[in-house]
């Protein structure tokens, strides 16, 4: 675990949790599980005890005084800030590359800002493995153990065992697969050999480089120019030229599918509970204990009345809000946006804000 | 019709229509219709061409600047204010016998400020033939063919034809009845023989007075004493001491209701839609013109995004207000309450604001 250093990319909006989340205050900034904690401080809480301050963060840099508001922990040298949104390949890639140049034994481990996960011990266990898997020489992700056949995520197929020291549930991964449809889901969860993909990784950073070298050299070359300037004179002159340059890719394309192909990825099944918060009806799932009656209730200081009604509010001004004979009903009420929607329709609201933006609506986007 | 004068009894806040309609701001000074002008506006020049000048307003102080810049045409003297509200007999009571004082002869005409009617023209006709039924010695009021069984508004039973020049549709009422059940309201419409109570009532004031005399003497009583004053210097302070010891009765119990037992009260069966805009299906009925695809909405600058969804949306703020996948959804955004329901349970709205009420929310009621 020495060689341990965890990164948290903290990018995405969030569009599903549209009005609460927007560009301005992403989901991670936000307190989706009534804890009382961002999820990025919890992310960082969750990791801390494994890490040490060895913990850097990948985000935009609209959210440097937010981020560090959140982990008054993190160094100013495991702070990296993009200066504009490049998808996982480049914010993952970058991490790697400055972590590299530190000391190039490191064994990152990236996990998103923005999940849910319990219990944490059970996590943690898993992360353990992860890393000893990875000591093995490898690119091992967390995967999780189905409990149900969710054609909301990717999956990951498992071949044989792979026999590490201190890894007793890894395996060797066969493929990622994309997200499946029911009749293909039911298949995966029946067969016993597919675990939900977390986006979780953890690698040598050497290792992730030589993938990311091979599918992606263009950013690959650019990553490198900027890990080698990073701490220097040239450090900002050079991430303002070369950024915007790089190609916009996710770290599963970029890296984790063609490492699958070429034997390089394992996987450890995570039997705690995770969540990505992808929309409202996860809101309601994860908030057990502000239910009021068949509602569950969020916001700092609800003024809520409801009547033959159930569903979520999330209520972020200080209005009454009534609600009378809806059924499985969302309520976000802001300063400047309402959505109305229902627990079934939760993931139509990223079309919702496309629209939006389209109509010219940006101001509360 | 020389001795027609309209009264206009502004009262009731429209509880049914919160967080839109509310003490403050009642429903009669609200624009419900998209007309561009407000139910009382409207009421009033309905009646104008009919009465002239003579035009009276029975409303609470509080409401006095806005029925004056709803009504710029009103006489001082035309405008009673009522201290507190004390319910239909009081406020008919009282500009009854103040026009009784003013002319013995009146024929009173009273007409809620917050009910809407169309087509204009024919409405007018059957207050003239009242007018005419009313001369010939009876309490008349203005019925409304059933166009289906409602179970929401009472219901009066007519008798015979009565016989009066100028009045060829009158029929004597046998009685007023309670709202119905639906076998009940069913039976009635079937029999051809009833017509909804729309609480407007046409009547020499000395026979109103009469009958009110009769069944709510202390009522009289208090109303002759406060109409003696009135225009005098003891106007305000005999209105101030009397009106509070008055009883608080609808005046379908004081006058109408015991009026037809005693055989002195008519109908004129009214063949013009009529509304009570009693809640917000009715808004979503009675705006055909602000449908926006399947939505109806409504508000100074509403900025509405709606997909798969229908029903209402009234929008008093700027905020964007986004609806997905809401069938008959009843949406009321101001700057201090949010109302959420169906259409279907819109009725239920006015036990919110009791609850509300109980709850301490009375801010926003």
């Not at 697969?177 to 040598?204: I, L, Q, R, T």
């Not at 890296?255 to 918060?277: K, R, S």
């Not at 300063?335 to 229902?342: G, H, I, K, R, S």
Request: proline share 6%; charged share 20%.
């Amino acid at each position: 675990m020495d060689r341990f250093h965890a990164v948290i990319p903290a990018g995405g909006v969030g569009t599903r949790l549209w009005p609460l989340s927007r560009a301005g205050a992403p989901k991670f900034l936000h307190d989706l599980t009534g804890s009382g904690t961002t999820l990025i401080r919890s992310t960082y809480e969750r990791l801390a005890p494994l890490s040490g301050t060895d913990v850097m963060v990948v985000t935009g840099e609209a959210h440097r005084e937010a981020v560090v508001g959140q982990i008054p922990e993190l160094g100013a040298e495991d702070l990296v800030l993009e200066p504009s949104p490049k998808d996982s390949a480049a914010a993952i890639g970058l991490a790697a590359a400055i972590l590299h140049r530190r000391d190039p034994e490191i064994i990152m481990g990236s996990f998103a800002a923005d999940h849910v996960i319990a219990p944490v011990d059970d996590f943690r266990e898993a992360v353990s493995e992860a890393v000893a898997a990875a000591a093995g020489g490898k690119i091992v992700t967390i995967g999780i153990t189905p409990t149900h056949p969710s054609t909301g995520f990717g999956y990951i197929r498992q071949g044989e065992k792979y026999h590490v020291p201190g890894a007793p549930n890894a395996h060797e991964v066969i493929e990622f697969v994309e997200k499946p449809d029911e009749d293909m889901a039911e298949k995966y969860v029946a067969s016993g050999n597919y675990v939900w993909n977390a986006g979780m990784f953890v690698a040598p950073v050497a290792l992730m480089l030589k993938h990311l070298a091979e599918a992606e050299p263009e950013l690959h070359a650019g990553l490198t120019e900027i890990a080698a300037a990073w701490g220097t004179e040239v450090q900002e002159e050079t991430l303002q030229r070369v950024w915007p340059q790089l190609p916009k890719t996710a770290i599963d394309y970029a890296v984790a599918e063609p490492a699958a192909a070429a034997g390089d990825v394992a996987v450890i099944p995570g039997n705690f509970t995770w969540d990505d918060v992808g929309d409202f009806a996860a809101i309601a799932r994860l908030n057990p204990a502000a239910q009021q009656e068949s509602m569950t209730v969020l916001g700092p200081e609800p003024r809520v009345y409801s009547e033959d009604a159930s569903g979520v509010v999330v209520s972020e001004t200080k209005r009454v809000v009534a609600l009378i004979g809806v059924e499985n009903i969302v309520v976000v009420d802001t300063e400047d946006a309402l959505l109305v929607t229902t627990t079934d329709h939760a993931q139509s609201v990223k079309k919702a804000v496309e629209a939006l933006k389209e109509k010219g609506d940006s101001d509360v986007l």
